[in-house]
């Protein structure tokens, strides 16, 4: 089976700040794959440019065998390959069915005759059934990741990348949203790329990673070989302590 | 042909300094100033009350009414823009509401008539054999002048540094110290008081009237569109651009059809290069 | 979706109701004449309340429709003598074109490229007008237009009917799923485009809409004063629709409507103080910007129903 997304020597400069480098991947149908670095590896970086919202300075990305790296976010997302942020941008003043009414008016979800009941049936897909009049200021963080996981399923995606969903969460509400990932992956048929910066989530979760340090790809396999390999750990030992230090 | 050259110059060189000041107060402060062409027009009439009503000499009224419209600047962004800079729909209305107030208030105290403001410079100055008006060569002189001040300001003293880091990053410049709401005050006050000295030095040859600063309000924008929002070269480049395409469509073809060239150069740019020319930098 | 509640038609239905009959009780031409002028002003306000309310694009060149309508009407029926009945779709057309001409490149950018380009464009149409006087008839503009209708009470009803089918068509708009895209893109394009969706093309699409209206209100406006002159280009007209909604309300379209028929009729009964009329719409707008960011007709309304709804 060809690959879903196919990502060619993609690199980003600002100014004198090389945020990737030169990084290259692919994913196939069906993987569960996360990408692993510390804060500044250029994680979200890459995601903006996969998701068209960042011209690479050089590189090119294929999604289903499409050139995808001239598109506007818009046609990336309707071509298959939705997102959501690590900042969560809920749409301020509106209430939770309202956020998610939005996304069905995409062209992928014109199938969805019933733009309300679908909604309403994405909503309670993540957990958040029946509070669809409650306005978003209100929502506490992990109620709104869910919401913008929500809002890029109703784009009816075949690639779903994730940034940092867990980041800021307790301990017992990552463990349920990640079972809402893992089902969705199961369910849903999709592919996940989802981006975290702690070594533990992951495990469980997904069955690859690629390490990322300095905007380079330093390592990819199996989440076992990962935690062994050395330039990882020295990235992150490293980072660590860093981290620790300036914290 | 030398015609040409002197006449684009001037027209160039009283463009920049308006767009100049539009340009640099929307970089610094966010500040999308749709009065900036009462500052033109206060100037002028400002320089009409101290000269023809007040009899002050010229020399002295001429700086003393950059003053009086540098600090109407100052007030208006202290006590009408500043507690509106939440929404920038907000301050677009009420700059626009200034510039309504000041063109009634000019038409209600002096009426719709023309009013005459004596020239700086009275004599001819023949060049290669082609009469240019001193007053126009004035503001030509004038222009470059206070341009060039403007760039050495910006350039090499410690308030222009620092202006340059508001403009640049407002929330990393009040980390470091810099009084931003004081460098507001400040831009606004060179704003205005460039596009009140523009004002002053048109007064002459230009018809003084309460509704004179709206189109070269309109030229300023269509400049800044032009030149890109905020860049001070860009917009200088495209005062040049938009003074000599304007004196040589009056010169080949008519006066009646200059309008159009600031229109089609509009078009033309937002068509081929919508971030302006600064993009080219 | 936000419905429309019984007391909304219940309140309109009255407003209607009275815009009809005070003509016909008060009987008087004047009175019908300023009324037409209110209901037109009407068109204009919710037209512009439409895009630019509901996106948060401002449009400070609206005059730049309402002048290429009532241009269009100019020329069709007195210059080309045609029926006057084609000035109204006509108007339409050639100010949805200007439209796409103006929005098509500015609505792309960031930044407030388009409230530029709107205002610039409008003022450079009216210096047109004067310069190619040949052909638009300069400062007098063309008159000797013929009227759609000979009594002027008809012609009243008949543009009182067009504002009530243009609110409610662009109320129903605004509260449709259309509407709900439109206020998303308000609030925050980037996440419009992760939803995938276009917002250029919504952007320009509701500029459209909203140009057509505008135009439309514009070959009203022309139908009715017989005439077209360069002052319908004028900023003043845009800031004085601008106001309007400012005073209704942003975004919720019924409130641009009557805020303009009621600071319409306001104008005119300060018609005596002539030159200082401007600065009562110079300070109404600065009153409000200050003391009721909200607007003044539709949070008075929200506020005068809510135990009814
Ligand atoms: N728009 C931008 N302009 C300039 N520099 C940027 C921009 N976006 C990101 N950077 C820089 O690029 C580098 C990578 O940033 P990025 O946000 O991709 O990191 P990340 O891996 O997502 O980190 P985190 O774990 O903190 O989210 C950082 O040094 C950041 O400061
Ligand atoms: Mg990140």
């Keep these: 089976m060809s690959d879903l997304l196919e990502v060619n020597g993609v690199t980003k400069r600002f100014g004198g700040l090389t945020a990737v480098k030169n990084a290259s991947f692919t994913l196939k149908k069906g993987d569960f794959t996360g990408i692993l670095g510390p804060n500044g590896a250029g994680k979200t970086t890459l995601f903006n440019i996969l998701t068209g919202f960042m011209p690479p300075t050089a590189g090119s990305i294929h999604f289903n065998g499409e050139l995808v790296r001239d598109l506007a976010p818009y046609q990336v997302v309707n071509r298959g390959m939705a997102r959501t942020f690590q900042l969560t941008r809920p749409f301020i003043g509106m209430n939770l069915l309202e956020n998610v009414l939005v996304a069905c008016m995409s062209p992928r979800a014109s199938q969805d005759k019933d733009k309300e009941a679908r909604a309403r049936h994405l909503l309670a897909q993540v957990g958040l059934g029946g509070r669809d009049k409650e306005p978003v200021e209100t929502l506490p963080y992990g109620d709104l990741r869910r919401l913008e996981i929500a809002r890029a399923l109703a784009t009816r995606p075949d690639l779903l990348l994730l940034d940092e969903p867990f980041a800021g969460l307790g301990s017992s509400e990552i463990e349920q949203l990640a079972q809402l990932i893992r089902r969705l992956h199961r369910e849903e048929n999709l592919t996940i790329l989802l981006i975290e910066h702690k070594l533990r989530e992951f495990m469980a979760l997904v069955s690859r990673v690629i390490a990322m340090n300095f905007g380079e790809i330093i390592a990819v396999g199996p989440p076992d070989e990962i935690v062994k390999n050395e330039k990882v750990i020295e990235a992150y030992i490293g980072k660590t302590e860093d981290s620790y230090a300036s914290a | 042909m030398l015609q040409i050259l002197i006449y684009g110059a001037v027209s160039s060189a009283i463009y920049a300094m308006l767009a100049v000041g539009f340009t640099l107060i929307f970089g610094v402060a966010r500040i999308l100033n749709l009065a900036h062409g009462s500052f033109y027009a206060l100037g002028a009439y400002s320089a009409y009350v101290l000269t023809s009503v007040l009899n002050v000499p010229l020399l002295i009224a001429a700086p003393l009414a950059v003053l009086i419209v540098a600090g109407f600047g100052v007030l208006m962004e202290r006590y009408l823009v500043r507690p509106l800079r939440a929404s920038q729909l907000a301050v677009l209305m009420i700059t626009l509401a200034v510039s309504l107030a000041v063109e009634q208030a000019l038409f209600i105290t002096f009426g719709s008539e023309y009013r005459n403001v004596p020239s700086f410079v009275a004599d001819k100055l023949t060049i290669g054999g082609v009469d240019i008006g001193g007053q126009r060569l004035l503001a030509l002189v004038m222009g470059v002048l206070v341009l060039l001040l403007l760039w050495l300001f910006i350039q090499r003293t410690r308030l222009g540094a620092a202006i340059l880091a508001v403009s640049q990053d407002p929330e990393a410049a009040q980390y470091m110290g810099i009084p931003t709401n004081r460098i507001f005050s400040i831009v606004m006050a060179i704003s205005a008081g460039t596009a009140a000295l523009a004002g002053i030095l048109v007064s002459p040859f230009l018809t003084v009237q309460p509704t004179m600063g709206l189109l070269p309000m309109v030229k300023a924008f269509a400049i800044v569109i032009v030149g890109g929002l905020g860049s001070i070269p860009g917009s200088i480049i495209a005062s040049l651009i938009l003074g000599y395409s304007e004196t040589i469509v009056a010169y080949l073809i008519s006066t009646s059809w200059t309008e159009l060239v600031s229109l089609v150069a509009v078009v033309v740019t937002l068509m081929i290069r919508p971030a302006g020319i600064r993009a080219a930098f | ?309």
């Design chain 3, 1 to 309: 979706m936000r419905q429309l509640s019984l007391i909304d038609i219940a309140g309109g239905l009255v407003v209607i109701a009275i815009l009809a009959l005070a003509p016909v009780l008060i009987s008087s031409n004047y009175l019908t004449g300023v009324l037409t002028v209110c209901v037109i002003y009407g068109i204009w306000a919710a037209s512009w309340d439409f895009m630019s309310g509901l996106t948060g694009r401002e449009n400070f060149g609206h005059s730049l429709f309402i002048g290429t309508g009532a241009y269009t009407a100019g020329f069709l029926s007195s210059i080309w003598t045609a029926n006057p009945w084609y000035s109204l779709p006509l108007g339409v057309v050639v100010a949805v074109a200007f439209s796409i001409l103006v929005g098509f490149p500015t609505l792309r950018l960031r930044g407030p490229y388009f409230a530029l380009a709107m205002l610039s464009t409008s003022a450079i149409l009216q210096r047109l007008c004067l310069i190619f006087w040949e052909y638009t008839g300069g400062e007098e503009g063309i008159y000797g237009l013929d009227p759609l209708m000979k009594t002027p009470l008809y012609y009243y009803w008949f543009a009182l009917g067009i504002l009530a089918v243009t609110v409610i068509v662009l109320t129903l708009l605004a509260r449709s799923h259309w509407g709900l895209l439109l206020r998303a893109i308000r609030g925050d394009e980037a996440t419009c485009q992760a939803a995938g969706i276009n917002v250029t093309f919504y952007k320009i699409v509701s500029l459209m809409i909203s140009a057509g209206f505008a135009g439309l209100g514009g070959a009203l406006y022309a139908h009715y004063q017989l005439q077209v002159s360069p002052p319908l280009f004028s900023v003043v007209v845009s800031i004085t629709v601008i106001i309007m909604v400012y005073v209704g309300g942003i975004g919720s379209i019924y409130g641009a409507a009557v805020a303009a028929i009621l600071l319409t009729l306001l104008t005119e009964m300060l018609r005596g103080f002539g030159e200082y009329r401007l600065w009562i719409y110079t300070l109404t707008l600065m009153m409000i910007l200050f003391f009721l960011p909200n607007g003044l007709i539709a949070p008075l309304w929200r506020r005068m129903t809510e135990r009814l709804r």
